[in-house]
């Protein structure tokens, strides 16, 4: 009974390893893709983000004050919503991932330039710290897809192909 349990439990999570590989890039692309289109949206409307003054701070700060910060939360949107576009789709897929690892690591700078706002007297992250450390979650992601751009992919365990193999 219980090697008949394991069994039915191996074969189970050979399923979803098979799953996983299968649909596991499509899913995470997708799903960045939302999360930026989330992010940009609110961008367009002076404001509305949470992060509208970080944003402004920021961009008057790397850019000198030559780009207002108004300007450069437009911009930033543009290209937010370009990234989401382009994970959503597939299409034009390295350039996508070009423009997101560059705005990944634009929205890093404000831990360097502004640590006394993203962090609190404790070392403790503030809400715009964490918000901002959640990127690197994104940036992993980033490195993830734009390892399949030349055909790569995630490959489920020996046994779990041999199995699709077997079913096919």
């Not at 390295?94 to 990944?104: A, P």
Request: charged share 15%; aromatic share 6%.
């Amino acid at each position: 009974m219980t090697t008949r349990l394991l069994l039915a439990a191996k074969n189970r999570e050979d399923v979803i390893v098979r799953f996983a590989a299968r649909h596991g890039i499509r899913l995470l692309r997708i799903s960045i893709g939302v999360v930026f289109l989330w992010f940009a949206i609110p961008k367009y409307l002076p404001g509305v983000s949470p992060v509208d003054a970080l944003v402004r701070h920021t961009v008057d700060t790397l850019t000198f004050h030559v780009v207002p910060g108004n300007l450069g939360c437009h911009l930033l949107a543009v290209v937010e919503t370009g990234i989401g576009l382009g994970m959503l789709t597939g299409r034009l897929l390295r350039l996508t991932l070009v423009l997101l690892l560059l705005q990944m690591a634009g929205t890093l700078t404000p831990l360097l330039l502004f640590p006394r706002e993203m962090f609190a007297s404790s070392g403790v992250l503030t809400m715009e710290g964490q918000f901002i450390m959640k990127n690197l979650v994104i940036i992993a992601a980033g490195i993830t897809l734009t390892a399949t751009l030349r055909g790569g992919g995630l490959v489920a365990s020996e046994r779990a192909v041999r199995l699709d193999r077997e079913s096919s």
